[in-house]
Nanobody, 129 residues
Framework: QSQLVESGGGLVQPGGSLRLSCAASGFSLRHYAIGWFRQAPGKEREEVSCISSVGRGINWLHSVEGRFSLSRSNDNNIVYLQMNNLKPEDTATYYC??????????????????????WGQGTQVTVSS
């Protein structure tokens, strides 16, 4: 069974850090771009960041520039989202999603969610004092 599993969420104080993980089982992430999405209560899901299959990361949201960074280990079949200087407005459920064939494993702005082959179940991030 092919699936993505996120982990690393939790409760953190403003200014703190978390590292989210997105691990794949049943398939190799090597040929997939990975998008990170988040959904806050009462809001639509939005794409936060993306890392291509060759490791080029990009933050789509200006609000996370300079605070969020991405990395991946294809050998370990895992992708990370490092989140620093967290703010209350970062509170949300965070999802990772894998994009591969028949689409290119690249990051493109405003890509429709339907092109992602796999989705994780989400991990909750709460930033509060």
């Amino acid at each position: 069974q092919s699936q993505l599993v996120e982990s690393g969420g939790g409760l953190v104080q403003p200014g703190g850090s978390l590292r989210l993980s997105c691990a794949a089982s049943g398939f190799s992430l090597r040929h997939y771009a990975i998008g990170w999405f988040r959904q806050a209560p009462g809001k639509e899901r939005e794409e936060v960041s993306c890392i291509s299959s060759v490791g080029r990361g990009i933050n789509w949201l200006h609000s996370v520039e300079g605070r969020f960074s991405l990395s991946r280990s294809n050998d370990n079949n895992i992708v990370y989202l490092q989140m620093n200087n967290l703010k209350p407005e970062d509170t949300a459920t965070y999802y990772c999603a894998a994009r591969g064939q028949p689409y290119l494993p690249i990051c493109t702005s405003a890509a429709p969610e339907g092109i992602y082959n796999y989705w994780g179940q989400g991990t909750q991030v709460t930033v509060s004092s």
